[in-house]
């Protein structure tokens, strides 16, 4: 069976720093590995996903995430936030059987402060 | 482009009632699913359709049934409501590889 876990429940941050957001899976197959983010009262938009090739991944709102194979991880990235990334991340992994049953991790909160 | 549509979007029931969530969606998508979002716990899936006629269990299916009326429609059905169903309901499609579309959620409080 597969399972995601994001050690952070919650990452605040000052606007225009860096920010990282850790998320660690553990499976038996090979995996796709997705980021979701949630904004308040609304449901999930995927911001970037890794199915093969390179493990370096760009997605949306430039977040970018890297797979490593060896330490089981895909952690999301961004070199300065907005205000506007304050949401609920989270992490997710799916075996490529076809459709995608996936697993998601607990979350992790990102607060932007001024 | 509607994408995926639930309904309703808030709902309060008395413990041992029943009701039905409804999911439609438009993009001629094969695979429809089921989440609860509780906090502090992420999503769980609780029914899943890899295509129109076929349905199965994911990892939390008690006390839920569900029906995938055509490929627009997938529905969700707590027979006999209880406090620990109180959540966030999100219904989700896809096709193939694709990413999850999700709706924009139900918010079902059990009293």
């Known amino acids: 069976a597969q399972s995601v876990t994001q050690l952070d429940s919650q990452v605040p941050v000052f606007e225009e720093a860096p920010v990282e957001l850790r998320c660690n899976y553990s499976?038996?197959?090979?995996?796709?590995l997705f980021w979701y983010v949630q904004y308040p009262n609304q449901g999930l938009q995927l911001l970037l996903k890794y199915l093969s090739g390179s493990t370096l991944v760009k997605g949306i709102n430039g977040f970018e995430a890297e797979f490593n194979k060896s330490q089981t991880s895909f952690h999301l990235r961004k070199p300065s936030v907005h205000i506007s990334d304050t949401a609920e991340y989270f992490c997710?992994?799916?075996?490529?059987?076809?459709?995608?049953?996936?697993?998601f991790g607990t979350g992790t909160r990102l607060l932007v402060s001024p | 482009n509607a994408g995926v549509t639930q309904t309703p979007k808030f709902q309060v029931l008395k413990t041992g009632q029943s009701m039905t969530l409804q999911c439609a969606q438009d993009m001629n998508h094969n695979s429809m699913y089921w989440y609860r979002q509780d906090p502090g716990m992420g999503l769980r899936l609780i029914y899943y359709s890899a295509s129109e006629g076929t349905t199965d269990k994911g990892e939390v299916p008690n006390g839920y049934n569900v029906s995938r009326l055509n490929k627009r429609e997938f529905s969700l059905r707590l027979e006999s409501a209880a406090p620990s169903q109180t959540s966030v309901y999100f219904c989700?499609?896809?096709?193939?590889?694709?990413?999850?579309?999700f709706g924009n959620g139900t918010r079902l409080t059990v009293t």
């Open positions: 997710a992994v799916s075996d490529p059987t076809g459709f995608q049953k996936l697993v």
């Open positions: 989700a499609s896809s096709v193939a590889v694709s990413p999850l579309h």
């Open positions: 499976s038996s197959v090979s995996v796709y």
